[in-house]
């Protein structure tokens, strides 16, 4: 690399670099996994670049695109884009990313014409969901070659930096991998869907499950999984008191899993009313397997309330 603005620093750390660079910019496969490496290419921002021509080098603290010339210290490079990095003379840790830093630009277009894009398709409409709907409401699509090595997946963005995505080609429940990236190791981590306007808002493991609650009429808030109670004790400080919360996990979730759930929540604040779909009452694996919109609702007109939990609790010796 020949760059004027090199000067001298030494990097320490440089994994925990790039995996901060990586989910911000594409990385060349060649160096995605960084093994000691003094330089990483990555695909400039400045020009469009789509044969990663940027090259960012820890050892001249420097980085150069052979496209464009977009050139400078490699140090203040990474403090624009929000990209924390340790020297042995300084630690850089963003609190927020700023408004200028260059963005994950993410494709919307759910019906590309493309082999993966129809098998996507597919599979969604296997599982019940209304393609016309989701195009409407969430920014989501099939992917084969993305910067972040997901090939196969379907990707369901969050925000500018926080997505979900979902393996779907390989359909064997040992190999139905999901993945959630966020760039701010402290944002709590959950999605909402607030379109609908109805009375109960139901409280989901998964983004699928959300969705179809979705297009059956409910709002819904996914917490990714029955342990991220944090996210939802975040969620409570802005839903709306007026509403209900109904928590409908999975059919593998069982009385000491809610319980467990609830008491983290209550130690963190005064929780609302809440209420629960019990594992016996749900007619399948999970919201999102269910086939039409009834379904649904016979299983949240069953809901209990968590107080209810003590009382089953004791009567099976707990």
């Excluded at 139901?202 to 969705?211: G, K």
């Amino acid at each position: 690399m020949e760059t004027r603005t090199s000067q001298s620093l030494e990097f320490t750390n440089i994994r925990d670099t790039v995996r901060e660079i990586e989910r911000k910019f594409a990385i060349d496969p060649v160096h995605r996994n960084w093994k000691g490496r003094g330089e990483i290419n990555v695909r400039c921002p400045n020009c469009n670049d789509k044969k990663y021509h940027l090259g960012l080098s820890f050892a001249k603290n420097g980085y150069n695109c052979f496209r464009c010339s977009f050139q400078g210290r490699l140090s203040e490079f990474l403090r624009k884009n929000g990209i924390k990095y340790e020297t042995k003379g300084q630690i850089f840790r963003s609190e927020a990313v700023l408004s200028d830093s260059f963005k994950i630009k993410m494709p919307i277009d759910f019906s590309r014409n493309e082999d993966i894009a129809r098998k996507a398709k597919v599979y969604m409409a296997a599982r019940g969901f209304d393609l016309h709907f989701l195009k409407k409401n969430f920014k989501i699509w099939p992917i084969t070659n993305y910067e972040h090595h997901y090939f196969g997946y379907i990707i369901i963005e969050l925000n500018d930096y926080a997505f979900y995505a979902r393996k779907f080609l390989d359909l064997t429940p040992a190999h139905q991998r999901h993945v959630i990236r966020k760039s701010d190791p402290n944002m709590k981590l959950f999605y909402t869907y607030d379109k609908n306007n109805s009375s109960t808002i139901l409280v989901v493991e998964s983004l699928f499950n959300l969705m179809k609650a979705a297009q059956y009429g409910y709002d819904a808030v996914c917490i990714f999984g029955k342990g991220s109670s944090a996210a939802f004790v975040d969620y409570l400080r802005t839903h709306d008191k007026n509403k209900n919360l109904c928590l409908c996990f999975d059919k593998d979730v069982i009385i000491k899993d809610i319980n467990r759930f609830i008491t983290r929540v209550k130690k963190a604040g005064d929780p609302p009313e809440l209420f629960y779909v019990d594992s016996e009452d749900m007619p399948c694996n999970d919201i999102a397997d269910m086939s039409n919109k009834e379904t649904l609702v016979r299983t949240i007109n069953k809901r209990k309330s968590v107080e209810e939990i003590y009382i089953n609790m004791m009567s099976i010796g707990e």
